[in-house]
Structures are given as C-alpha cells and as structure tokens.
C-alpha cells in the first residue's frame, strides 16, 4: 500500500460525458502528479501540482483540466470524453524536496468511454 | 522524452540474480537515476534511486558507472512475484518523471 488513495477504481461512462477523478496524497507529501496510460501510449505524464499551484504540465488536452485543493488533495477532470480516452489514470505524491524526490502511485482509476 | 535506453525484455530464473541495464549517455550533473516498476496494471513501485554511489536497500542494488552513462538494477534473488516492466529514469530530484518503454522482466521457474 503506497498510501495514496485514488476513487472511483473503476468507471464506464459514454461519450461527450464528463468525469472527475479523486486522489489523495500520502500524509505530509505536498506534490500531486497525474499520469494517463492507455494500451499503445505507455506511461505518460499529464501534470503536477505543489502545494495547490500548477508546477508542471505534460501532454494534457484542453478537455482535461485538474485541481489541487488546501487540504492537498486532488481532481483531475475529463470533459467531452472521447473513445480514445479509455485508460488508466494513475496518481503520485511526493514531498519534493531535495533528497526525498521519490514518487508514491496509487493504484489508478480505471476509465472504460463507451 | 525518455533520456534512457533498455533492453525491450530479458528472462532471469527464478533464485537467479536479475541484472538490468540502463545506458543514460546523456545525463546531467544534477540528475539522479531512478528505477520504478510496473507489475500488470498496477501503479508503478519506486525500486531505488542514485546520484553516483552505488545503493542497496531491501528490494535492490543500484550499480553507477563511474562516468555515470549507464546504470544497472541487480535483484539479488528474482522470484516470480518480480516478473514485471521495469523502468530507468533519469530525472533532477524534484521534476516529474517520464517513463519509457522500459524492459519487460520475466521471471520463469
């Protein structure tokens, strides 16, 4: 158990639809990165936030946007949702700081569009 | 993109050492090797990270070439439950990581 927490594990949703994904950071880690892996794209890194601010962004669409919150937790939302957004949306934490740069994952979300 | 190159897969006995490569030709003073892996699905493992000693902990040894353009993850004693892709990352302590392809380990009785 990494200690990072995501919900929902799983879920089916159609086309044009919207949905939110929820992970919580390990106690005390105040950076939150979001990763999308569907089956041809490999691992790929969408964006990272450090103590509620924006620090990092990767391949992330303008449909999709995220959030961190005060009590550090995170959303990621995806709008207008298309087939090829099926995928596993994976979350990390670290504290990130210097010497303790390693990154905790969750277990992932698990997005099916129909 | 990924500054790292692996072997796409290897095989290793199960209670044989599992010796994987990572050549990073191009890596920075700054950045620290990492390794992660991925078993099926699930969310990647942190395994080990070095700057330019060599590490151990309880997973694994980190072996650092001196020039520090290629690293090696050694699993002292591969059991199944080790058949997984594995990932080397090269990346300044505090940035995001981007993955690669990494090398798909299988672990066989």
């Known amino acids: 158990d990494s200690g990072v927490t995501q919900t929902p594990k799983h879920l089916i949703t159609a086309t044009g639809q919207r949905v939110t994904l929820r992970c919580s950071p390990r106690?005390?880690?105040?950076?939150v990165y979001w990763y999308q892996q569907s089956l041809d794209q490999g691992l790929q890194f969408l964006i990272q936030?450090?103590?509620?601010?924006?620090?990092a962004k990767g391949n992330i669409l303008e449909r999709f946007s995220a959030q961190q919150f005060p009590d550090l937790h995170s959303e990621l939302n995806l709008s207008s949702l298309e087939l090829g957004d099926s995928a596993l949306y994976f979350c990390a934490s670290s504290k990130n700081r210097v010497g303790a740069g390693e990154l905790f994952f969750g277990e992932g979300s698990r997005l099916t569009v129909l | 993109d990924a500054k790292t190159t692996q072997p796409p897969s290897m095989d290793c006995a199960e209670g044989r050492a599992a010796n994987l490569p990572c050549n990073h030709s191009?890596?920075?003073?700054?950045?620290?090797v990492y390794w992660y892996r991925q078993i099926h699905s699930q969310g990647p493992q942190y395994i080990i990270h070095g700057l330019k000693n060599n590490e151990t902990n309880e997973m694994a040894s980190l072996i650092i070439t001196e020039d520090r353009k290629s690293s090696t993850l050694i699993l002292p004693h591969a059991t199944l439950r080790d058949t997984a892709v594995y990932y080397c990352?090269?990346?300044?302590?505090?940035?995001?990581?981007?993955f690669g392809t990494g090398t798909r380990l299988q672990v066989f009785p």
């Open positions: 990352i090269v990346r300044v302590n505090t940035d995001k990581l981007i």
């Open positions: 191009t890596i920075s003073g700054n950045e620290y």
């Open positions: 106690s005390g880690d105040l950076s």
């Open positions: 936030y450090y103590n509620g601010e924006e620090r």
